[in-house]
Structures are given as structure tokens and as C-alpha cells.
């Protein structure tokens, strides 16, 4: 028996648009609200949500069973603990912060057994080969791999030729909120300067046939980076969803008056 099937590798392989939702409440039971939502994927971020090991490993298990896939970053792109999240079950990685060739090689390298890498074979112990009652996993593993780069500064942009046509990498993701700091435009990733950039951007990682992805609150940019050719598109996070929702429903409140309830209303 093979390792796990990678949905969303395959699904990228494919050209199929992948739309996600970033979640960064670090709570196993939003993930799983989130998880029957009918996005594709959903990204556990470890680099700026307090998630730990054991968090990481509740919102896998929340997932399970659902159709949309999991993908995690991790807080920065080290051997040690790329090699603990693929151990713990995630066979999609987005590693954030790469900024040159040499850089994604090394990723690659890290995600693989050797002979093709430096992956500890440890997996025995673990969730990844269902506490080794996956005979075939040592095996199959690195193929159920996807690796995906995360791109967000201008040294990056600069290396971005050889960061995507690194022979491993399965796609790379545009960062606009720390793309558009390093440009001189804190806080405004929709400044025209960073989105020009962001587009001749997504249109060079398809050149090298790459997956491009990129995450953007605003639905019409979401729209138009799909139709450049983006096959992995975030649309928005759950904190903000959360946050957005509990101010709405308040302000809602205040400016309605005293009505007699109907026979529609609801409690929750």
C-alpha cells in the first residue's frame, strides 16, 4: 500500500484552480467548520498563528474526511522542522521567505529520502505512514510530496527564474503584504507599483510550468490573478472573517429598532 494520494498536487498537475482559505485561529474546531465550507484546501499557518506541533496535528485530524486538502507553512524553511510536519501527516508544504535557487534546492533536498535528500526516516513513529501500517511508504512518500515557495521580496522576485525552475518545486506563491514592505508600500498591497509586479510575477512562474499562487482578500484581484493563469488562489483567512463578522452583527444591532418578532426568526 502507497502513501496518501496528494489531491492537491495532482489537482495542480492538472491546471485545476484551487481556491483556499487561510486559517490562522490555531483551533482544531474552526478548521473543521472551515474544512465543510467546499473550499479546496486550507492553509494551517505556523509562521505568524500561535500553532505548535500538537496544534498542527488536532487540525489534521479535524480535517479527515473532508474533501478539501491541508497545506501548512511553517514558521521558516529549516530541515528540523519541515521534516516533524511531514512526519505528523502534511504531504503539501508552503515554506515561506525564499529568495534564491540555492534556497529551493534545499527545500527540495529536505522533503526527500535520501538517496535524493535528507529526510530522516523516522515516519515509522508517526502519523505520515499511519503509525507504519503503510508497508509502502518509505517508497512512495516523496512522489505525495508538494513543496511550494513562498516568494515576498524583491532579492526574491530577482532569483525568481531559478527558484521556479528548480526541478522539485511543485509551485510558488506570491507574498503581497511583505512584497509590497519590502517595495516601500507597508500595508498596501494593492499599491499599482506591487500588483504590477505581482502579475509579471504569476506570469513567470507559469512560464517555467509552475503552479502560481498568491492570497488576497479582494475578490476582484482573486478573480483577475485567476485569469492570469494563477492555479492556487487564497481568498481570504479565518481571523478576519471572524473579526469582520462578531463588528457587523453588533453594528447591525444598534441600528435596528424595537420590532415585534416573526414567526422566521431564529436563535442562533
Known amino acids: 500500500m502507497p502513501a496518501p494520494r496528494n489531491l492537491f498536487k495532482h ?6 484552480a484551487q481556491i483556499g482559505l487561510w486559517q490562522a485561529l490555531a483551533s482544531p474546531y474552526t478548521v473543521e467548520i472551515c474544512a465543510g465550507a467546499g473550499y479546496d484546501w486550507l492553509l494551517l499557518d505556523a509562521e505568524h498563528a500561535p500553532n505548535d ?11 479527515k474526511g473532508a474533501s478539501c486538502q491541508p497545506i501548512i507553512r511553517p514558521p521558516v524553511g529549516e530541515p528540523w522542522i519541515l521534516k516533524q510536519l511531514l512526519d505528523i501527516g502534511a504531504q503539501s508544504l508552503l515554506v515561506p521567505m525564499i529568495e534564491s535557487g540555492a534556497q529551493a534546492e534545499a527545500m527540495v533536498r529536505a522533503l526527500r529520502y535520501p538517496p535524493h535528500g535528507i529526510r530522516g526516516v523516522g515516519a515509522a513513529l508517526a502519523r505520515a505512514s499511519a503509525f507504519n ?18 516568494v515576498e521580496s524583491r532579492a526574491g522576485l530577482t532569483a525568481l527564474d531559478d527558484i521556479a525552475s528548480t526541478e522539485g518545486v511543485d509551485g510558488v506563491f506570491i507574498g503581497p503584504a511583505d512584497l509590497a514592505a519590502d517595495m516601500g508600500f507597508l500595508g498596501r498591497p494593492g499599491a499599482p507599483e506591487v500588483q504590477a509586479e505581482v502579475e509579471k510575477s504569476l506570469l513567470r512562474i507559469r512560464s517555467h510550468g509552475k503552479a502560481a499562487g498568491i492570497l488576497i482578500g479582494d475578490l476582484n484581484l482573486a478573480r483577475r490573478y485567476l485569469d492570469l493563469g494563477a492555479t492556487f488562489v487564497a481568498i481570504g483567512n479565518d481571523v478576519t472573517l471572524l473579526a469582520n463578522a462578531t463588528s457587523k452583527l453588533l453594528a447591525d444591532f444598534r441600528a435596528t429598532g424595537s420590532k415585534t418578532a416573526t414567526s422566521e426568526a431564529q436563535v442562533y
Do not use: F, H, K, W
Open 53 to 63: 506541533l500538537p496544534l498542527l496535528v488536532s487540525q489534521l485530524q479535524a480535517m
Open 133 to 150: 501500517r503503510i508497508p509502502d511508504y518509505l517508497q512512495t512518500a516523496n512522489a505525495e510530496i508538494c513543496l511550494l515557495l513562498q
Open 11 to 16: 489537482a495542480l498537475r492538472e491546471g485545476r
